[in-house]
């Protein structure tokens, strides 16, 4: 089964950086497009950034655009997202997706906190 596992978050200081990860498994990793969100209570989640299987990224949030990087490793069955310059408005639960067969999956999400 589709299973995504988030990791790298944490607390840290504002214009610090964070690099999340997201390990896939149970699919094609390869073959897929894969996303970051991200959700702070009491708002819906937010597209962060968009990489295709073949390594084209688009950011999505123009609040994050020039601070954020996503990228993948195919061998690894891996995503990432470089955060720099973070600001106390990027803190949320930061989450990994992929959309297999028309199902829509997600990680557990790992919580970054940006805080002096």
């Known amino acids: 089964q589709v299973q995504l596992v988030e990791a790298g978050g944490g607390l840290v200081q504002p214009g610090g950086s964070l690099r999340l990860s997201c390990a896939a498994s149970g699919f094609s990793f390869s073959r897929y497009a894969m996303s970051w969100y991200r959700q702070t209570p009491g708002k819906e989640r937010e597209l962060v950034a968009v990489?295709?299987?073949?390594?084209?990224?688009?950011i999505a949030t123009d609040s994050v655009k020039g601070r954020f990087t996503i990228s993948r490793d195919n061998g690894k069955n891996s995503v990432y997202l470089q955060m720099n310059s973070l600001k106390p408005d990027d803190t949320a639960v930061y989450y990994c997706n992929v959309i297999v067969s028309a199902v829509r999956y997600w990680g557990q999400g790992t919580l970054v906190t940006v805080s002096s």
């Open positions: 990489i295709s299987s073949t390594g084209n990224s688009i």
